[in-house]
């Protein structure tokens, strides 16, 4: 079977194929018995029709990488390879199969069916929630999709928020300035961007503006246009809050929500915005509600098991009713 693969110049050619055409020296090396003939902007393929599907796959992955202006080191090659390979092993209808590329060349794909549902979510509604227990990759995936559109010039800047609600500790006592007393607050938020931003780079985005990191309350009053937006630990946002955030959507933006429901650390009496949004939203065109499982959970083992334990012995937390219709949608 043979296949031609055409690029787009020259210059996405050289990019897709690395440093020294390495991508070519490392197909030749996995697939000895392919034919590979590189003719003016086109990669010709030849072999077993499997091996060709492949390969044709590695490519497109890998130039989707280089599009997004990560250089395609050996690292990304053999992971590419090996991601793709064990995905044909397998019924690829059933597995989770976008790879998503951070500014560190880091590559990351959704684990797991409901992951893989979220990830299509985001890439196909304005507005997306997303809500499970802890380690279930809300944040994570989120901010990953978030740093994609940023470096594909889908949006100009990433917005990061969160409410500022103590868990169990009170925020007077904590020593500083209010600036100091709200960063713990969105330390977690910059625990993420840290693992998908190289954290040198950090403080420049943030003082040109291009990522923003702030307390929900700072959102009062703004439109956010041009934006990708994600409020994280949503359990935690009054109806009012929630009802304001939702509000600031504005052209060309894109909004993530995440949120767990067994973590609400509100006042008593307070009912969580997260679920209010969640049952008066359900039936809106363009809003795709997502829910995690603890079977979702790639943090340590444990953390699985963990969550189904507390969740044995408390009480389900209580929620509006609602019909349901367009969960995982």
């Known amino acids: ?46 072999g077993a029709p499997e091996d060709v599907a492949e390969v044709v796959k590695i490519v497109h992955d890998l130039q989707t990488v280089a599009r997004a202006g990560t250089t395609v080191g050996p690292e990304i090659i053999e992971a590419t390879i090996a991601g793709i390979r064990t995905l044909q092993q397998h019924d690829t209808s059933t597995l989770p199969a976008e790879m998503i590329v951070s500014a560190q060349g880091k590559k990351i794909r959704p684990k797991t069916e409901n992951q893989k549902a979220y990830v299509n979510a985001i890439n196909t509604h304005t507005v997306v929630f997303g809500i499970g227990p802890a380690g279930t990759g809300k944040t994570y995936l989120a901010m990953a999709k978030a740093v994609q559109a940023l470096q594909t010039r889908q949006v100009n800047r990433i917005i990061l928020t969160r409410p500022a609600v103590e868990a169990g500790e009170s925020l007077g006592y904590l020593p500083g300035t209010l600036s100091e007393k709200i960063d713990p607050y969105l330390r977690p ?52 809050q929630m009802k304001m955030f939702l509000t600031r959507l504005g052209f060309n933006s894109h909004m993530v929500i995440t949120g767990d ?69």
């Open 1 to 46: 079977m043979s296949q031609t693969i055409t690029f787009t110049s020259q210059t996405d050619m050289v990019q897709t194929f690395g440093p020294q055409d390495m991508l070519l020296r490392v197909v030749e090396g996995v697939y000895p018995t392919m034919k590979l003939l590189v003719r003016d902007q086109q990669l010709e393929l030849e």
């Open 189 to 240: 938020l910059y625990d993420a961007l840290h693992e998908m931003v190289e954290p040198e780079t950090i403080p420049h985005l943030i003082e040109v503006g291009t990522i923003e990191v702030a307390p929900l309350a700072y959102m009062r009053g703004r439109t956010l246009n041009d934006a990708f937006i994600i409020l994280d630990e949503a359990q935690n946002t009054s109806a009012e």
């Open 261 to 329: 429901a067994s973590q609400v650390d509100l006042p008593r009496g307070t009912d969580s915005g997260l679920a209010q949004a969640v049952d008066f939203l359900a039936d809106i065109d363009d809003i795709a509600i997502i829910e995690l499982k603890s079977s979702d959970v790639v943090r340590h083992n444990l953390v699985s098991k963990i969550v189904d334990a507390y969740d044995r012995h408390q009480p389900e937390p209580t929620r509006p009713q609602r019909s349901g219709r367009n969960r995982n949608r």
